[in-house]
């Protein structure tokens, strides 16, 4: 079961969890249950990457010129 497991996980490039590995191998045919996939995850030291909150990068100290406002409207 481990096997499949690993295999199933490389080959998502390290990014599905348990439940996803799970869903794959019953897509695939193999009998397995999340609570067990679950287990044998944990115990090798398997997790699935997690994606980094974006940051914003922008630097306010250029000398660039900034674009003048051109949607000035006269509201009534």
């Given at each position: 079961?481990?096997?499949?497991?690993?295999?199933?996980?490389?080959?998502?490039?390290?990014?599905?969890?348990?439940p996803?590995?799970?869903?794959?191998?019953?897509?695939?045919?193999?009998?397995?249950?999340?609570?067990?996939?679950?287990?044998?995850?944990?115990?090798?030291?398997?997790?699935?990457?997690?994606?980094?909150?974006?940051?914003?990068?922008?630097?306010?100290?250029?000398?660039?010129?900034?674009?003048?406002?051109?949607?000035?409207?006269?509201?009534?």
């Open positions: 079961m481990l096997k499949h497991i690993k295999r199933v996980y490389q080959q998502s490039r390290s990014l599905y969890g348990y996803r590995v799970a869903a794959q191998l019953r897509k695939e045919g193999i009998q397995c249950g999340r609570n067990r996939v679950a287990r044998l995850m944990r115990e090798k030291g398997i997790q699935a990457k997690t994606k980094r909150k974006f940051r914003a990068t922008t630097n306010s100290n250029h000398k660039f010129p900034i674009a003048p406002i051109s949607l000035i409207k006269t509201f009534r």
